[in-house]
């Protein structure tokens, strides 16, 4: 054994026994930490030997995410913990290179929801969903044929998945505007904007929050929605972290068939791609007016080869909708469409994690050139890939992005979708993943990416209808997400920001996410 080593077996129990002691004395060197021990907030603050701690990170979906380690890691229980343990932090000395991140379920970019060095607040334990009935009705489950809002909300909790909140919502026949993917967390979603399986029928998730529950930058708890704090409600429909850490979100439920929905994947061949765009098209540009029917597809160079996935689901379970009849010309290699509940579509995609991610978005038009110059781009960064020999997974997935979400949201939000979305659109996401143990690619697969991204949006720029809008949740941390809902919402942001959090805690102590400081 060499004596680097045999000195590191040596003071290895020494140094647990040290951290414990420090912990214990309520000491641990670091600013962060020793004001939660100070606040009382020992018993729910972890540290790197902690089982708890290990757990917490190891459950982060990206690679990346994982090797962060914060100096400590705070777990809530209660919003009560949430407050008691911002005060703590927005009283200790900010002096030397420490930082806060807020996590509820961890799918944000890298940076985002966790630190290297600091504490990274862990809402682990606000993974619960209940319903409740309006005060102002009776409850309505009844499905006669198409779906219909009710009196029940359900309160959802920021770090409960969509596969559970969907599931618990399922026995009741009700719904709400969650997210696709089964494993994604509820918080960064509805804070961001937020695609559901409903969204051409009742807007993006976040328009769907009727109330949230919010402790600000000075531990004070309130509420948000059409009735009080009416400015807060508005910027959080959009707004990220930048206003305050959300507890709970109150949403709409709607009736949901009581034998399932109808749909699942499909698996058609590249070479009729032209079909599939067209059929594509002409769904995304005729739902304006509300449809039951969702759909996106999704490409990828699988085996260095192009290749086509399209997710197809009737929400109101009708198994011959008219805008999914094209599917029925031509051959597929594989055919998942089937009655099931929507929980196990949004399961069917659930990611394990655990690799490595980078992506990109933009909003498109929903034209035959746009798609066209996509397929170009895609099929020569899969050639460009293949000669180098690098082995990134690339996706490029399309969604309908109907003009009519500018005016679905009650009470308002900050998109600025009134003004940037001229036309029924196509939402357009850019992935690329590489495996954890091919990390070595990272920056040549980045930069390929990036330039793929640029030469599509260089064209729809080009071309009348382009909007400039970009979506948080796909977004890449170098794209301008904030300013891309307009200079008004900006400017409504910045203002609602200096009246809830004058000190700009969430600002210059919580540095990831999307910052309006930085505008």
Same mark, same amino acid.
């Given at each position: 054994?060499?004596? =680097?080593?045999?000195?590191?077996?040596?003071?290895?129990?020494?140094?647990?026994?040290?951290?414990?002691?420090?912990?214990?004395?309520?000491?641990?060197?670091?600013?962060?930490?020793?004001?939660?021990?100070?606040?009382?907030?020992?018993?729910?603050?972890?540290?790197?030997?902690?089982?708890?701690?290990?757990?917490?990170?190891? !459950?982060?979906?990206?690679?990346?995410?994982?090797?962060?380690?914060?100096?400590?890691?705070?777990?809530?229980?209660?919003?009560?913990?949430?407050?008691?343990?911002?005060?703590?932090?927005?009283?200790?000395?900010?002096?030397?290179?420490?930082?806060?991140?807020?996590?509820?379920?961890?799918?944000?970019?890298?940076?985002? =929801?966790?630190?290297?060095?600091?504490?990274?607040?862990?809402?682990?334990?606000?993974?619960?969903?209940?319903?409740?009935?309006?005060?102002?009705? =009776?409850?309505?489950?009844?499905?006669?044929?198409?779906?219909?809002?009710?009196?029940?909300?359900?309160?959802?909790?920021?770090?409960?998945?969509?596969?559970?909140?969907?599931?618990?919502?399922?026995?009741?026949?009700?719904?709400?505007?969650?997210?696709?993917?089964?494993?994604?967390?509820?918080?960064?979603?509805?804070?961001?904007?937020?695609?559901?399986?409903?969204?051409?029928?009742?807007?993006?998730?976040? /328009?769907?929050?009727?109330?949230?529950?919010?402790?600000?930058?000075?531990?004070?708890?309130?509420?948000?929605?059409?009735?009080?704090?009416?400015?807060?409600?508005?910027? +959080?429909?959009?707004?990220?972290?930048?206003?305050?850490?959300?507890?709970?979100?109150?949403?709409?439920?709607?009736?949901?068939?009581?034998?399932?929905?109808?749909?699942?994947?499909?698996?058609?061949?590249?070479?009729?791609? /032209?079909? +599939?765009?067209?059929?594509?098209?002409?769904?995304?540009?005729?739902?304006?007016?509300?449809?039951?029917?969702?759909?996106?597809?999704?490409?990828?160079?699988?085996?260095?080869?192009?290749?086509?996935?399209?997710?197809?689901?009737?929400? /109101?379970?009708?198994?011959?909708?008219?805008?999914? !009849?094209?599917?029925?010309?031509?051959?597929?290699?594989?055919?998942?469409?089937?009655?099931?509940?929507?929980?196990?579509?949004?399961?069917?995609?659930?990611? !394990?994690?655990?690799?490595?991610?980078?992506?990109?978005?933009?909003?498109?038009?929903?034209? !035959?050139?746009?798609?066209?110059?996509?397929?170009?781009?895609?099929?020569?960064?899969?050639?460009?890939?293949?000669?180098?020999?690098?082995?990134? +997974?690339?996706?490029?997935?399309?969604?309908?992005?109907?003009?009519?979400?500018?005016?679905?949201?009650?009470?308002?939000?900050?998109?600025?979708?009134?003004?940037?979305?001229?036309?029924?659109?196509?939402?357009?996401?850019?992935?690329?993943?590489?495996?954890?143990?091919?990390?070595?690619?990272?920056?040549?697969?980045?930069?390929?990416?990036?330039?793929?991204?640029?030469?599509?949006?260089?064209?729809?720029?080009?071309?009348?209808?382009?909007?400039?809008?970009?979506?948080?949740?796909?977004?890449?941390?170098?794209?301008?997400?904030?300013?891309?809902?307009?200079?008004? =919402?900006?400017?409504?942001?910045?203002?609602?920001?200096?009246?809830? /959090?004058?000190?700009?805690?969430?600002?210059?102590?919580?540095?990831?996410?999307?910052?309006?400081?930085?505008?």
């Amino acid at each position: 054994m060499r004596f =680097n080593n045999l000195l590191g077996v040596t003071v290895s129990s020494y140094l647990t026994a040290q951290v414990l002691a420090q912990q214990s004395s309520k000491s641990t060197g670091f600013k962060g930490c020793d004001a939660l021990l100070d606040a009382g907030l020992g018993n729910i603050t972890v540290f790197p030997l902690d089982n708890a701690y290990n757990e917490s990170v190891s !459950t982060y979906p990206s690679s990346e995410s994982r090797r962060l380690r914060p100096s400590c890691i705070v777990q809530p229980r209660s919003t009560e913990d949430v407050s008691k343990t911002v005060k703590a932090l927005g009283g200790a000395s900010g002096a030397g290179s420490w930082d806060i991140a807020i996590r509820s379920g961890g799918h944000g970019y890298f940076g985002s =929801n966790g630190v290297t060095r600091g504490v990274t607040i862990d809402l682990t334990f606000f993974n619960s969903t209940e319903l409740v009935e309006d005060s102002s009705g =009776n409850w309505t489950r009844h499905w006669n044929g198409t779906s219909t809002l009710t009196k029940s909300v359900a309160r959802i909790r920021p770090a409960a998945r969509w596969g559970s909140i969907i599931t618990y919502l399922e026995q009741y026949n009700l719904s709400v505007t969650g997210g696709r993917s089964g494993h994604v967390g509820a918080g960064g979603l509805l804070l961001s904007g937020g695609a559901s399986y409903h969204i051409q029928q009742w807007g993006f998730s976040c /328009d769907n929050v009727i109330n949230y529950e919010v402790v600000l930058a000075n531990g004070s708890i309130v509420e948000a929605n059409t009735r009080e704090n009416t400015d807060l409600f508005k910027a +959080l429909k959009g707004g990220g972290n930048n206003l305050g850490i959300v507890t709970r979100f109150d949403m709409r439920t709607f009736t949901i068939p009581p034998d399932g929905v109808y749909g699942g994947i499909l698996i058609p061949s590249w070479n009729d791609v /032209d079909i +599939l765009n067209k059929q594509f098209l002409d769904y995304a540009t005729s739902i304006g007016g509300g449809s039951p029917d969702h759909e996106f597809i999704v490409w990828r160079n699988n085996d260095a080869q192009p290749n086509i996935m399209v997710m197809a689901v009737s929400t /109101d379970g009708n198994e011959h909708s008219e805008s999914f !009849t094209p599917f029925d010309a031509i051959p597929l290699e594989m055919d998942f469409r089937a009655r099931q509940n929507l929980s196990q579509v949004a399961e069917s995609i659930s990611d !394990t994690g655990g690799s490595h991610d980078m992506g990109f978005t933009l909003t498109l038009q929903a034209t !035959t050139e746009v798609m066209d110059k996509c397929a170009e781009v895609f099929l020569d960064l899969t050639e460009d890939l293949q000669q180098s020999d690098i082995p990134l +997974l690339v996706t490029f997935v399309f969604q309908p992005f109907p003009k009519n979400l500018a005016s679905a949201s009650p009470g308002g939000n900050i998109l600025g979708l009134h003004k940037t979305l001229p036309a029924d659109s196509i939402l357009f996401d850019v992935g690329g993943t590489l495996n954890a143990s091919e990390i070595a690619y990272d920056g040549i697969a980045y930069s390929m990416i990036a330039k793929a991204v640029e030469e599509i949006r260089a064209f729809s720029a080009s071309r009348e209808g382009h909007s400039s809008y970009i979506y948080m949740n796909y977004a890449n941390p170098e794209q301008d997400v904030i300013g891309s809902y307009g200079a008004d =919402n900006v400017r409504f942001l910045k203002d609602t920001a200096a009246k809830y /959090d004058p000190t700009a805690f969430f600002q210059d102590r919580v540095p990831g996410g999307f910052k309006m400081s930085r505008l």
